[in-house]
């Protein structure tokens, strides 16, 4: 019943073997002759998934489209050495999925603009698309250091006494 049991940022060689459960954005899809990857994203950062255990159809790759929203569940495998991304904090493992789900799907071509994508859209397409812009890296650090910043200053008021009023 669980919606996830990890983020996609903190998965590493202590989780080997777990059961693990996640939810994502489709960040990259690679089909490597039969061999399929998928790199599921959330605001914690990046984890690979491979298909070799999948039992399900395998048409449901040909509908995740990128920024479509999934559910997975697998195990926690060791990448061979040759496949280790050390520009990954997840870059040894990656997720043996025996179930998958397309919890939202994203018509690729109607997108404006992809959150990580190299082509930088204009500020009024930004604007427009404001869902769309809160899933890129910059303004997740934003988001997050705001909120911790806002915590801070909350935690300190409340300590000295003070009431807050919304």
């Known amino acids: 019943g669980l919606l996830r049991t990890h983020n996609c940022g903190e998965l590493n060689i202590v989780n080997l073997g777990q059961e693990v459960i996640l939810c994502g954005w489709i960040n990259k899809?690679?089909?490597l002759g039969g061999l399929n990857f998928i790199?599921?994203?959330d605001k914690f950062g990046i984890t690979q998934l491979g298909f070799e255990n999948f039992k399900g159809d395998k048409?449901?790759?040909?509908?995740s489209s990128l920024?479509?929203?999934?559910?997975?569940?697998?195990?926690?495998c060791k990448r061979p050495d040759?496949?280790?991304?050390?520009?990954?904090?997840t870059g040894e493992v990656e997720v043996q999925v025996e179930e998958y789900k397309i919890l939202s799907q994203c018509n690729i071509d109607k997108i404006p603009f992809l959150p990580?994508?190299?082509?930088?859209?204009t500020e009024d397409l930004k604007l427009k698309y404001r869902y769309l812009d809160l899933r890129a890296p910059k303004l997740q650090n934003i988001l997050k250091l705001r909120s911790q910043a806002a915590f801070i200053a909350r935690s300190a008021l409340s300590e000295e006494g003070f009431t807050e009023v919304e």
Request: glycine fraction near 6%.
């Open 29 to 31: 899809y690679r089909d």
């Open 39 to 41: 790199d599921l994203r």
């Open 59 to 63: 048409v449901i790759f040909k509908k």
């Open 67 to 76: 920024e479509s929203v999934v559910w997975t569940k697998g195990k926690v």
């Open 82 to 89: 040759s496949a280790i991304n050390t520009k990954m904090e």
């Open 116 to 121: 990580t994508g190299q082509t930088q859209a």
